[in-house]
Nanobody
Framework: VQLQASGGGSVQAGGSLRLSCAASGRTFSSYAMAWFRQAPGKEREFVARISRSGVSTYYAGSVKGRFTISRDNAESMVYLQMNSLKPEDKGVYYC?????????????????WGQGTLVTVSS
């Protein structure tokens, strides 16, 4: 599957952004999907994951209650709604896909990655 992330931009603290990830292929619903982010000089970190059906979601503690992951299997899309953004949320956001069901927060669990979209949050 090929992934294309979009929707990044520059916002002030407290603002909102909605990231989108478009997937190619006809087996999108076979993949659990996730968002990761990477700040300059830091390792890539888990943000959120959604199950194949969209029923189950998981979030990093730092974004829980502010971010919402969702998916549209008919359109092969996954979204990340980000509210109440903080300067520490800045970074390149990547969408990722896996057919596995292992450790959802581990980058090595994911087989496919999008190219990333940049989010900048000013204080």
């Amino acid at each position: 599957v090929q992934l294309q992330a979009s929707g990044g931009g520059s916002v002030q603290a407290g603002g909102s952004l909605r990231l989108s990830c478009a997937a190619s292929g006809r087996t999108f619903s076979s993949y659990a999907m996730a968002w990761f982010r990477q700040a300059p000089g830091k390792e890539r970190e888990f943000v959120a994951r959604i199950s194949r059906s969209g029923v189950s979601t998981y979030y990093a503690g730092s974004v829980k209650g502010r971010f919402t992951i969702s998916r549209d299997n008919a359109e092969s899309m996954v979204y990340l709604q980000m509210n109440s953004l903080k300067p520490e949320d800045k970074g390149v956001y990547y969408c990722a896909a896996t057919m596995g069901s292992g450790s959802y927060y581990y980058t090595g669990e994911y087989d496919f990655w999008g190219q990333g979209t940049l989010v900048t949050v000013s204080s």
